[in-house]
């Protein structure tokens, strides 16, 4: 049987859910992954995501030399400015999209690392979860 699609994704990582999240209401989308979903190292990440969420306490240029030191200063210094100046427009978008990061007693998230508990780590794929088969 030939299906069609408007668009085709290959990858079920964090960066293939969220295009196929955005494009969903424009078209039909098919996303391929090596075997299943659940798959993708998305999936299984224990860690929280590193973003500047209070310019009181913190700064774009401390995240973007711990990304270049983490990388051994291998990365792409024009990238990891872009990404780390994007992330909290990008992690208002995943809380737009239902993912309950974890906060303070003031409903506040922490410092620098914004987590979800790991074991619910998985908003993401449930959201996705939501519109296969459609």
């Known amino acids: ?9 290959i990858g079920s990582g964090i960066a293939g859910m969220s295009f196929a999240l955005k494009v969903a ?17 998305t999936y ?5 995501v590193a973003s500047v969420t209070n310019t009181l306490v913190d700064n774009f240029e401390k995240h973007i030399e711990d990304t270049m030191i983490a990388g051994d200063w291998l ?3 024009a990238a990891v ?3 780390v100046k ?3 427009s990008q992690i208002k978008e995943l809380i737009s999209w239902g993912v309950d990061f974890d906060k303070n007693e003031k409903g ?3 410092h620098d690392i914004i987590n979800r508990n790991w074991s619910r780590n998985r908003s993401i794929n ?8 459609r």
């Open 44 to 48: 299984f990440a224990q860690g929280g």
């Open 75 to 77: 990365s792409d210094r």
């Open 1 to 9: 049987m030939i299906q069609k699609f408007d668009f085709l994704i």
């Open 86 to 88: 994007e992330a909290p």
């Open 126 to 133: 449930r959201y996705w979860s939501r519109y296969r088969y």
């Open 108 to 110: 506040e998230f922490y």
């Open 81 to 83: 400015e872009k990404v």
């Open 25 to 41: 209401h424009k078209g039909k989308v098919a996303l391929i992954c090596k075997t299943e979903l659940e798959e993708a190292n």
